[in-house]
T-cell receptor, first 113, second 113 residues
C-alpha cells in the first residue's frame, strides 16, 4: 500500500542551526502539506503546496520556514534558524485532490537544544 | 476560539463495551469532516471522510456519522487494539486552493482486556 515516507525519524539540532526535513509523498498525489504537533497539543497546519507553489500558509510559517519540491518525488521543509520552540513532531501529508483526504507520514521528531 | 471540539478528552472502556466519541464544530461552510487514528509517536492514520449531514461510513468496529453541527465516531464491541487517540479534523469552504485541515485535540481511547 502506498505511503508517505519521512526522513529522518528523529533529528536533534543546536539552536540557530538550519534543518531540512524530507518527505516522499504518495506518487500520484498532487497536493502536499506540512503539519506539526508540539508534544501534548493539537496537530497544526503549516503550509500547503500545489503546482510547485505555496497555496496557503499559516501564521506559524514565517520567514524562517521554506518548502521546496526539488524533483518529482521529494518535498522538503527547511527551517533556517531553529529556535527551542520549534521542537515538535513534523508531519508531511499528501492528497490526490485538494478536497479529499490527506495521508500522513510517520513524522520527524525535531528536538532543538 | 476552538473551531473543533472533541469530547470526552479521554475514555476508558472494557473490551466489548460500545461507546461513542463526539466532534462538534462551530464553523460554517464545511467542506469535509475527517476522522483519523493516531498511535503514540506516529502520524495520523486516515479513517473516514464525511461531506454532508446524514452521511455515514463504516469500517470494521467503527462507524462515523455527521449532522450539521457534529460528528460521532461509534465504536462497537471494541478490542484492546482499538486503543489510540482519535482525531477529528474539518476542512472549511473558502476561495482558492485552501485545503488545510483544522484538528481537534483528540480523544484518547483506552480499551482494557
Amino acid at each position: 500500500e502506498p505511503e508517505v515516507t519521512q526522513t529522518p525519524s528523529h533529528q536533534v539540532t543546536q539552536m540557530g542551526q538550519e534543518v531540512i526535513l524530507r518527505c516522499v509523498p504518495i506518487s500520484n498525489h498532487l497536493y502536499f502539506y506540512w503539519y506539526r504537533q508540539i508534544l501534548g497539543q493539537k496537530v497544526e497546519f503549516l503550509v500547503s503546496f500545489y503546482n510547485n507553489e505555496i497555496s496557503e500558509k499559516s501564521e506559524i510559517f514565517d520567514d524562517q520556514f521554506s518548502v521546496e519540491r526539488p524533483d518529482g518525488s521529494n518535498f522538503t521543509l527547511k527551517i533556517r534558524s531553529t529556535k527551542l520552540e520549534d521542537s515538535a513532531m513534523y508531519f508531511c501529508a499528501s492528497s490526490p485532490q485538494g478536497g479529499t483526504e490527506a495521508f500522513f507520514g510517520q513524522g520527524t521528531r525535531l528536538t532543538v537544544v | 476560539e476552538d473551531q473543533v471540539t472533541q469530547s470526552p478528552e479521554a475514555l476508558r472502556l472494557q473490551e466489548g463495551e460500545s461507546s461513542s466519541l463526539n466532534c462538534s464544530y462551530t464553523v460554517s461552510g464545511l467542506r469535509g469532516l475527517f476522522w483519523y487514528r493516531q498511535d503514540p509517536g506516529k502520524g495520523p492514520e486516515f479513517l473516514f471522510t464525511l461531506y454532508s449531514a446524514g452521511e455515514e461510513k463504516e469500517k470494521e468496529r467503527l462507524k462515523a456519522t455527521l449532522t450539521k453541527k457534529e460528528s460521532f465516531l461509534h465504536i462497537t464491541a471494541p478490542k484492546p487494539e482499538d486503543s489510540a487517540t482519535y482525531l477529528c479534523a474539518v476542512r472549511l469552504r473558502s476561495g482558492g486552493s485552501n485545503y488545510k485541515l483544522t484538528f481537534g485535540k483528540g480523544t484518547l481511547l483506552t480499551v482494557n482486556p
